[in-house]
């Protein structure tokens, strides 16, 4: 399997999903990924299951799969002196260090940037954070919840204007973009290394992906404040085949023709309807916009009288873009799916298997093949041995409670 960052090694002292997803994506891209974790606790993350916020299959949490695919588990107390020495030591050896550490933080811990340096000058330090490394906020908390959805303006414009209740995410929705971006800017970071010799600072903030994913809306709001409050008329548009239409079963399929002229003959005669074709209010574009409430209730009711496996099946056949509108659940049976590998099946640690989706990169047509989470502390005894310590420092270690 291609991995171009094989060789690199990662050390991660993160916790929950944004930072720690994008060592995740750093493992199958080839790279060692050290997770770093209090003895006791862990990742808090880990702990959401007994606290009844994540489900539990075959004794497996499957947040915490993905999240942690492939990495090494090291327990060690950074908040004990000889903790603290161990983690230096393993940062000897890495490449990058990983965080979600708040600063005030990271300064008791003795793990900023220049902490980190005087061991490894060359490591590459990055940050993810709520809302970024300056600014009044920059000690505040931020999940994806708050900062990538409430306050960089997502939930606002996806809630329909006089709604009684926001529109809520989907659990760690920012936090996968998040993490994906930050997996992105070490890559460049590990080449600015390469080429120049400078290992920079990278900083990753929740807020500024969010207003990052929502850039036209944000740009545009400078040139016309209220344009978030004009909603989307489907009866007034000005191109009838794009847009979302009911079929007779309650499903609905979405379709994206946006070169109207060119896919309308061919999409009425896929639907079946090759009068439409020629029909006076539907002869062109600018025909059609001006009769766009006749022809959406007219493609209404077309839709209406097929069921949404028959509309599948017949729909194949356009030349223009269309999608059905699916549920998480059928998107495992989807041909393209398994073709491309976008899924893989993962073998647990108690011989279950977990269907995971592979990080959105593939590299010489190769798919990617995660292996499943580490257990708390699972590679500790192997990571200090590895540093030169005998089998009696690691006693001495763990029998201080310095490691796990």
């Known amino acids: 399997m291609s991995q171009p960052l094989a060789g690199v090694r990662i050390l991660e002292v993160a916790s929950h999903v944004f930072v720690p997803i994008a060592g995740g994506v750093l493992h199958e891209w080839g790279a060692e990924v050290i997770k770093v974790e209090h003895p006791e606790t862990g990742d808090p993350y880990r702990s959401l299951i007994t ?21 090494q588990s090291v327990a060690i107390d950074l908040k004990q002196p000889e903790g603290r020495e161990l983690l230096y030591r393993l940062a000897k050896d890495c490449d990058v260090f990983l965080t979600n550490m708040r600063p005030d933080a990271r300064a008791r811990l003795k793990i900023d940037a220049e ?48 709604a009684e209740r926001p529109v809520m995410q989907r659990p760690a929705f920012g936090d996968v973009m998040g993490g994906l971006t930050i997996a992105g800017a070490i890559g460049a970071a590990l080449y600015e290394r390469l080429a120049t010799g400078n290992a920079p600072i990278v900083d990753v903030a929740l807020m500024n992906v969010g207003m990052w994913q929502l850039q036209p809306d944000i740009n545009n709001s400078k040139l016309d404040p209220e344009s978030h409050l004009r909603t989307h008329d489907r009866f007034a548009s000005w191109n ?16 994206n023709m946006m070169e ?34 006749a022809c959406v209730e007219r493609l209404d009711e077309i839709f209406a009288s097929r069921d949404y496996a028959d509309w599948c099946e017949t729909l194949k056949s356009a030349q223009g873009a269309w999608a059905p509108m699916r549920v998480p659940a059928e998107v495992h049976e989807d041909p393209q799916v398994e073709a491309n590998g976008w899924t893989s099946e993962v073998e647990m640690i108690n011989g279950s298997k977990l269907t995971v989706v592979t990080s959105p990169a593939q590299f010489d047509g190769q798919s990617v093949h995660p ?29 201080k409670g310095a490691i796990g």
Not at 55 to 61: E, F, P, Q, R
Not at 266 to 290: A, K, N, S, W
């Open 51 to 71: 606290m009844g916020l994540h489900a539990a299959h075959d004794g497996i949490d499957p947040s915490f799969q993905s999240t942690n695919r492939g990495k």
């Open 371 to 399: 292996q499943r989470a580490p257990e708390l502390g699972e590679h500790t005894e192997t990571a200090l041995l590895d540093l030169g310590l005998s089998w009696d420092e690691v006693a001495a270690l763990k029998e």
């Open 115 to 162: 902490d980190l340096r005087a061991h490894n000058p060359d490591i590459v330090y990055v940050r993810g954070s709520g809302y970024g490394a300056r600014g009044p906020d920059r000690q505040t908390a931020g999940y994806d919840a708050t900062a990538f959805w409430s306050r960089a303006g997502i939930g606002g414009i996806f809630t329909p204007q006089g």
């Open 240 to 255: 009838p085949i794009v847009g979302t239409y009911r079929t007779s079963d309650a499903r609905f399929i979405h379709l």
């Open 260 to 293: 109207g002229e060119r896919h309308w003959g061919d999409f009425c005669t896929v639907i079946g309807h090759p009068e439409l074709i020629d029909d006076p209010r539907f002869i062109d574009m600018p025909t059609r916009r001006e009769n766009a409430r």
